[in-house]
């Protein structure tokens, strides 16, 4: 279930992440950078639109279907916009297998929460939040390489490909976890009467505002303030996702060893700010000798905590609320971090880089008396995702 689940979550980072490393061929070819980049941006657009839907179904028939689904659809989309000439469809279709990457957003997070037991689902969601880093990284390696030496429709066939090989998968390997019976109270919704899911979701919101200025802006930031080269950039920047997959899953086993989610959440937003912190007043001063070190560390250390809040509101919601809570939680993470570009982009024109890696230190400063306290000590916990102790 989890090498399936991580598949799945794979193929739909390739889709999201991967397209908008075909903007060199796209500018190459004649269209202009705004309208490349509007076309590389409708997959995400498209998962943002409907994470919340997708987690309604998955509450309602389940995982299974869901991952197929979702994992067919991007197989479609990629392989039709991979052959068709009308830019209008073209962009329909990337939109579309947008729609359909959302769908392993909650489906493969409810999989993995639902078959593993607490104190080994910290790990197991670590390795599952690994994919999203693992498919960026698939997705630099492969779809800049194929359109430049083949052709766009060709680079759009790797993540169409993968997607179908994933429906394949879930269609004969997934089994739904079980669940309780249906009682009126769980039922209930879980955002009525307790603000803990929501100081999750804002939480989660404010801690991505970090990961994503390094992620968008690191590259440039060694390139043009530091001299390097964009080859050895890329590769820095290549290594701390791999490092930050690592530290997602040292995150889960960290919290399945103290028994709580929140508690290892509370720490990770500290260090996140102190690390940003420190960058910001090292890249001021031109420490580059301790920036670069503190650039590493806040990049990982930046993305632990994703793991910890997703697996945090999957337990708290419990199995007839979890995909709707996924959903939320998704859809406020890729919107903050839908903003970061242009704000940010805005700042470090007028001010430097500085002064965004200050703003996100804030942010994530301000996530920290946000994060909820655990509400019982670890050997009392209950697993509210199957009701069992």
Same mark, same amino acid.
């Given at each position: ?32 950078? &705004?309208?490349? %980049? /509007?076309? $590389?941006?409708?997959?995400? =657009?498209?998962?943002?639109?409907? @994470?919340? #839907?997708? +987690? ?20 479609? &989309?990629?392989? %039709? /916009?991979? $052959?068709?000439?009308?830019? =209008?469809?073209?962009?329909?279709? @990337?939109? #579309?297998? +947008? ?24 790990? /197991? ?41 994933? /429906? ?222």
């Amino acid at each position: 279930m989890l090498a399936l689940g991580v598949f799945a979550q794979t193929s739909s980072s390739i889709f999201i992440h991967g397209t908008p490393f075909l903007l060199p061929a796209l500018t190459a070819r004649g269209d202009s950078l &705004a309208s490349a %980049g /509007a076309l $590389v941006a409708l997959p995400t =657009v498209g998962l943002v639109c409907t @994470l919340i #839907a997708w +987690g309604y179904v998955v509450d309602r028939i389940g995982e299974r279907i869901v991952l197929v689904a979702g994992a067919l659809l991007m197989f479609v &989309a990629g392989v %039709g /916009a991979a $052959v068709v000439d009308n830019p =209008v469809a073209f962009g329909a279709l @990337l939109f #579309a297998g +947008g729609i359909g990457a959302a769908s392993s957003n909650g489906a493969s997070g409810r999989l993995i929460v639902g078959w593993f037991p607490p104190d080994r689902r910290g790990v /197991a969601m670590g390795i599952r939040q690994a994919a999203q880093p693992l498919g960026v990284g698939i997705g630099a390696m492969t779809i800049p390489w194929v359109a430049q030496h083949h052709s766009i429709p060709a680079a759009l066939l790797v993540p169409a490909l993968m997607a179908g090989v994933a /429906a394949i998968g879930c269609l004969i390997g997934i089994v739904d976890p079980p669940r309780p019976p249906a009682k009126a109270a769980d039922r209930a919704n879980p955002y009525r009467g307790d603000s803990t899911l929501w100081r999750i979701h804002g939480v989660s919101i404010l801690l991505v505002i970090p990961q994503g200025t390094l992620w968008t802006f690191g590259l440039l930031w060694l390139h043009r303030d530091l001299g390097w080269s964009l080859a050895a950039a890329g590769a820095l920047m290549t290594v701390t996702q791999f490092l930050g997959a690592a530290g997602r899953i040292g995150a889960g086993a960290w919290s399945d060893r103290v028994g709580t989610r929140l508690g290892p959440l509370r720490q990770v937003a500290i260090a996140a700010a102190i690390t940003m912190a420190a960058l910001a007043v090292t890249s001021w001063t031109d420490w580059w000798w301790a920036a670069i070190p503190l650039m590493i560390a806040a990049s990982v250390i930046s993305v632990s905590d994703n793991g910890l809040a997703f697996t945090a509101v999957a337990e708290i919601a419990g199995p007839f609320w979890s995909g709707r809570g996924l959903g939320i939680q998704n859809t406020g993470q890729n919107l903050a971090i839908a903003a970061v570009p242009p704000l940010f982009g805005a700042v470090i024109a007028v001010t430097g880089f500085p002064a965004v890696y200050a703003l996100a230190a804030i942010a994530a400063a301000a996530a920290v008396p946000l994060v909820p306290r655990p509400p019982k000590p670890a050997a009392q916990l209950v697993d509210s995702s199957t009701n069992r102790e």
